[in-house]
């Protein structure tokens, strides 16, 4: 595909990575967590978000985690991308254990290898659609004109050719969403991160809006991990990691169809 | 992130807050133009003060006095500084030639100042008869009118240059009343109509008081004459022509607004041939009241190749036991003095700057606040801290450089005004030149100001927006 050919340039410096990424392929192991823990002190209680948490995700999966709202999904997500410290354990994303960077080396890391797709969208209100989408790329350093004609791509591809001009407030949630995954996109990061995606947004837009997403990861081969709290939309999920109470109860492989697959939480799943 | 993304990105958010981005430039636009034109008023005063010394002979001129030789009519034009030590060497040709030797001295020559009357018909006045060189006269630039030349040398008649202020000095010999009780001025052409020149005005006032009608019959005599000794009592007259006037009416003065100039050598030949061997007043004596051998003169001229080396060389004729002033000295401290004026109306000025960037803090914090979660999204986006910092610390600068900007364009037209009101108010007063004076310098510097202001004032909110938790700002209400 042309139009990713720019990701091998803007790599720059990342031979570290690179490496790490030649060995990491040959066991497809994109994100790794080990015991995490994640504790907040709420007055005299602690409160334990996270409590053990042991998974790995594989290259070119999507993968669903679904709990309810305080089940500690949202925690790991942010973890996961580099949002947030876990207070014990590791994150090993590509080979490289997130826990480690200090927040320079997330900020970069996020720039290179990684996507987000928001609830509410979070479009800036001053650019439209194209300009939107074309922002990360302007973080890489990539020149104007290069990055409007990506992120023109981009829009193509979410279908949203005749809004390219609008600003977030002439588009429907739907669309603004769309313009979220063209955005998460645009950098072509190795995964995508998308926290409660179809939150704001109707059930019909909802399905198209997964439909979109499942269609894109598939053909891009990107890894895509997406919080909710929606079993149904779980469904579209490759594989779905169950999470009550800060510990992954069960884990779902729906393309294993009619045969559940399920685990303890502390055990890895081996292939 | 490239420079220029940047740029567009801090300047697309001022855009979007258009008001509040106009108070807060406002604000700056106060602050510069109080700054620019209170430092202005202080150049403005400067340069006049530097105008008026250049014409009082150039910087690089150094006034070098003896040993006070007793006479009356020795007068230094710039008697400011140094007058304290007592010099020892009585300026002769031979100390002119010691000054002329010493580095960086262009031209050393001799001055010869004197107190002298003229009289023109029915009036009479004291004059400061100054004699120079020729070369030195050049040196002077002095302003003439039109038609005049400098006097010529060596020829047995003096020749005059007189200042614009002279004829206010004359009076009415007989009832002595002048220009300032009568408000007239004697109606005399100058340039053309010969005058009478009376060195000895000490012989001249004594025969005046032996008996007014005989100098009177002496005085009638004399003009048919032209010139010829009269009496033994009254002194010689010289028939004398100006070549030259000082340019400028009753209202302008310049340093040579009150002196008369000539020839030096001419002056000289002419106070040996009156005296003879009598001593000439203002001439040292020896004990027994013999004058010297050598031709002491009240002053030398001394010119220096180069501003900068005007100190030194005072320094060195210093050394050599005369007293030597100098513009270029004076000027120094002066500058030192006009140094701290500027700063006292710098300072005024830059306390409004100071409120302005106050002001500039708060708007800038206040963006940052409302971008609470657009700065989280971009930070989770992948803008890396610098760059965030950087977009805040280029805004708070914009809002410096555009009141930077604005700031300088109305100073500059209110220096106009004030410049325009003052020459109208000040030609009436004699008052010429600028109040208020804007150098490029001046310019540059306040912009420059402006906008380090603005990036200092931002640059405890662009911290802030760096540290801003990323999770914080997406979280979902």
């Known amino acids: 595909m042309d139009s990713w050919s720019y990701g091998v340039e803007v790599k720059e410096k990342t031979h570290g990575f690179d490496r790490c990424r030649e060995r990491s392929s040959e066991v497809k192991k994109i994100i790794e967590a080990k015991h995490l823990f994640k504790l907040y002190r709420v007055g005299d209680s602690i409160v334990r978000a996270l409590n053990g948490v042991n998974f790995s995700i594989y290259e070119g999966e999507f993968c669903a985690i679904v709990g309810t709202s305080g089940s500690g999904k949202s925690t790991l997500l942010n973890m996961l991308a580099g949002l947030e410290k876990p207070t014990k354990g590791e994150v090993i994303i590509n080979g490289v254990h997130m826990e480690k960077l200090n927040e320079d080396g997330l900020v970069k890391f996020r720039r290179e290898n990684v996507g987000f797709i928001f609830q509410s969208f979070h479009l800036i209100g001053t650019m439209n659609a194209v300009e939107n989408v074309a922002l990360p790329l302007s973080f890489r350093g990539v020149p104007k004109s290069k990055r409007m004609k990506i992120a023109n791509e981009m829009l193509d591809l979410v279908n949203l050719k005749k809004h390219k001009k609008h600003l977030p407030n002439q588009m429907s949630g739907g669309q603004q969403q769309r313009v979220g995954v063209a955005r998460a996109l645009v950098v072509d990061p190795k995964i995508i991160f998308a926290d409660e995606p179809t939150g704001n947004l109707d059930s019909h837009t909802s399905e198209e809006v997964m439909r979109l997403m499942q269609k894109v990861v598939k053909e891009q081969k990107k890894t895509l991990v997406m919080v909710t709290h929606d079993n149904h939309l779980a469904e579209y999920a490759d594989r779905v990691f169950h999470i009550i109470d800060g510990e992954i109860v069960k884990i779902v492989d729906n393309r294993e169809q009619g045969k559940e697959e399920s685990e303890e939480s502390g055990k890895e799943r081996k292939q | 992130m490239s420079l220029i993304d940047l740029l567009r990105m801090s300047s697309g958010n001022l855009k979007r807050r258009k008001l509040r981005t106009f108070l807060t430039v406002l604000g700056v636009v ?381 100073s500059m037209l209110l220096s106009f005004g004030i410049n325009t009101i003052a020459g109208s108010m000040g030609s009436a007063m004699g008052f010429e030149g600028d109040i208020s004076y804007i150098p490029i310098w001046l310019i540059l510097a306040s912009l420059g100001f402006a906008i380090l202001v603005g990036m200092a004032a931002g640059y405890f909110p662009a911290l802030r927006a760096m540290r801003l938790s990323p999770l914080a700002a997406i979280r979902n209400e």
């Open chain 2, 30 to 410: 106060i602050g510069t133009a109080s700054i620019v034109v209170m430092i202005s008023l202080g150049l403005g005063m400067q340069k006049s003060m530097y105008k008026q010394v250049e014409e009082s002979g150039g910087i690089t001129n150094i006034d070098v006095t003896g040993k006070n030789n007793g006479g009356g009519g020795v007068i230094v034009s710039s008697d400011m500084m140094h007058q304290d030590q007592e010099s020892e060497k009585y300026i002769t040709d031979e100390a002119i030639k010691e000054l002329s030797k010493i580095e960086h001295v262009k031209m050393a020559s001799p001055v010869l100042s004197m107190s002298a009357m003229i009289l023109k018909g029915n009036y009479e006045g004291y004059i400061d008869l100054r004699g120079m060189r020729p070369e030195a006269l050049e040196e002077q630039n002095i302003p003439l009118i039109e038609g005049s030349r400098l006097p010529e040398t060596k020829t047995s008649n003096l020749e005059l240059i007189i200042g614009n202020l002279i004829p206010e000095m004359l009076y009415e010999k007989n009832t002595g009343k002048g220009y300032w009780e009568t408000g007239k001025l004697p109606e005399i052409d100058y340039m053309k109509d010969s005058l009478f020149l009376i060195l000895d005005s000490d012989a001249y006032l004594a025969s005046k008081q032996n008996g007014t009608s005989s100098l009177e019959q002496s005085l009638g005599k004399n003009e048919g004459q032209g010139g010829n000794q009269a009496s033994a009592k009254a002194p010689k007259k010289y028939v004398v022509h100006a070549s030259g006037m000082v340019k400028g009416d009753l209202n302008t003065y310049n340093s040579h607004s009150y002196y008369v100039y000539c020839d030096l050598d001419t002056l000289i030949a002419s106070l040996k041939k009156e005296y003879g061997t009598k001593p000439i007043p203002g001439q040292p004596t020896t004990k027994s009241g013999k004058p010297y051998k050598e031709f002491v003169y009240s002053s030398a001229c001394v010119q220096v190749d180069d501003i900068d080396y005007v100190e030194e060389v005072s320094a060195k004729i210093r050394e050599m036991g005369y007293t030597a002033n100098s513009n270029a000295e004076y000027l120094k401290s002066m500058q030192s003095q006009f140094a701290i004026i500027q700063a006292v109306l710098g300072g005024i000025g830059a306390v409004s700057l100071l409120v302005a960037a106050i002001g500039i803090a708060n708007t800038m914090m206040m963006s940052i606040y409302e971008r609470t979660k657009e700065i989280g999204v971009i930070k989770v986006l992948g803008c890396s801290l610098k760059n965030i910092k950087q977009m805040f610390l280029i805004e708070a600068g914009f809002i410096g450089l555009l009141g930077g900007v604005i700031g300088n364009i109305l």
